[in-house]
């Protein structure tokens, strides 16, 4: 049974939830921070490059492995029935609100879900991510790819989104996100995680109508995708084009840029829109010119000079380097005063890391970046 506003804890028996025991969920409140409504919350003014009283924080994978919570119930519910149980990824959404004091909720789940009712059989393999048993490799496959109606195929994901937003009652925004148009496609025609893209940029350059294609329907996907999760109530998003890096700046301009600015142009007016990819220091222009009120970045460039190069007309996020947080507290609070300072004080640098928490992570030294982000930026 689900019942809305509540914590579930679950017991298990041959890998089936035999029983489940709740118990009431209060709503979340930012303890010693202003605890406006979510319209006015720091994160939303700084994504319209507002001023702020201080520099918000969130994480890419701030739900997952380095929380002793979220292991607990992995133990017992694998990572795509936890995607699909919205009680449960509801509470894994809300654990990093309650205990680390993040600015920002993103609900939990996976750029990968919406390809499942286009017809592919994705898994997720322990110890080794994503697998599709049906990848890419033909006009065929491509052309048998459906157009979903994310009410039918993540109703789960928009029911959680539900569950999420009636909880933090107003004291923190909720992300909604997917993964863009390019890096969709690179998993459906790798099969998986790929370290050269090889079967992708063939795809792409030799076969270019069926690149077309395929990118038109994975366009028309992600803008339905991001646009029903903006109606169920997520007040920002976030755009994932994370294995763009491994393209040139022209093949990126002339085969993944339009359908990632399309994708942008469609959504963007609903909701405050973050675009993140890494690797792309060296185009971060043709970045900006696909769009979003905000742009992410890695590690492997400085904030502010980034920034300089974009313009300051639009947002930044970033960019911790996620492997900082396995050294000492002397050592964060190093790197996060020269992220800082490399912002310079402006309005709409949004603190985050280069990409998601590591899971060896120790939970203590995330709480103590977000403590140290918010105690070193008070205006």
């Keep these: 049974m689900k019942v809305p506003g509540i914590e579930v804890d679950i017991s298990c028996s041959e890998s089936v939830i035999f029983c489940w025991y709740v118990r009431r969920m209060e709503p979340v409140t930012e303890p010693n921070r202003n605890n406006s409504m979510a319209e006015e919350n720091v994160f939303l003014r700084a994504c319209r490059r507002e001023p702020t009283e201080y520099t918000p924080v969130w994480l890419m ?35 990093p609100v309650r205990k680390l004091g993040v600015d920002a909720a993103i609900i ?20 080794g991510g994503p697998l599709i048993r049906n990848p890419i490799r033909g006009r065929e496959d491509i052309e048998r790819l459906r157009i979903i109606e994310p009410e039918e195929e993540v ?3 928009l029911k959680a989104i539900e569950i999420v937003r009636r909880v933090l009652g107003g004291s923190v925004p909720l992300i909604g996100f997917s993964g863009a148009p390019f890096t969709l496609a690179s998993y459906l025609i790798e099969g998986g995680h790929s370290e050269d893209y090889v079967k992708t940029k063939g795809l792409m ?16 996907v992600t803008i339905r995708y991001m646009r ?9 998003l976030q755009l994932f084009d994370t294995w763009a890096g491994c393209l040139s700046p022209w093949d990126y301009e002339a085969h993944v840029l339009p359908y990632s600015r399309r ?3 469609e959504v963007g007016e609903q ?31 400085n904030l502010g000079g980034a920034w300089e190069r974009l313009g300051y007309d639009v947002g930044i996020q970033g960019n911790l380097d996620p492997s900082v947080l ?12 020269k992220i800082l300072e490399s912002a310079g004080n402006r309005p709409g640098h949004i603190f985050n890391l280069g990409h998601g928490v590591l899971p060896e992570t120790p939970e203590e030294h995330v709480t103590f970046m977000v403590e140290s982000v918010h105690r070193f930026s008070g205006r």
């Design 61 to 95: 994978r701030q739900a997952g492995r380095y929380l002793e919570e979220y292991r607990d119930i992995r133990r017992k519910v694998a990572f795509l029935e936890l995607c699909k149980s919205p009680d449960l990824a509801a509470e894994v959404t809300l654990l």
């Design 108 to 127: 939990f789940g996976d750029i990968l879900l919406p390809l499942e009712g286009m017809g592919i059989h994705l898994e997720f393999v322990k110890g």
């Design 155 to 157: 109703p789960f994901l």
């Design 205 to 220: 350059l030799e076969k270019n109508s069926l690149w077309h294609i395929l990118m038109e329907k994975l366009t028309e």
């Design 228 to 236: 029903a999760q903006v109606h169920r109530g997520v007040q920002a």
């Design 263 to 265: 994708v942008i142009q």
């Design 271 to 301: 909701a405050p829109l973050i675009h993140f990819s890494a690797g792309t220091s060296g185009f971060l222009h043709l970045i900006k010119e696909a769009g979003g009120d905000v742009i992410g970045i890695d590690w492997r460039t």
């Design 326 to 337: 396995l050294t000492s507290r002397e050592v964060i609070e190093a790197h996060v005063r």
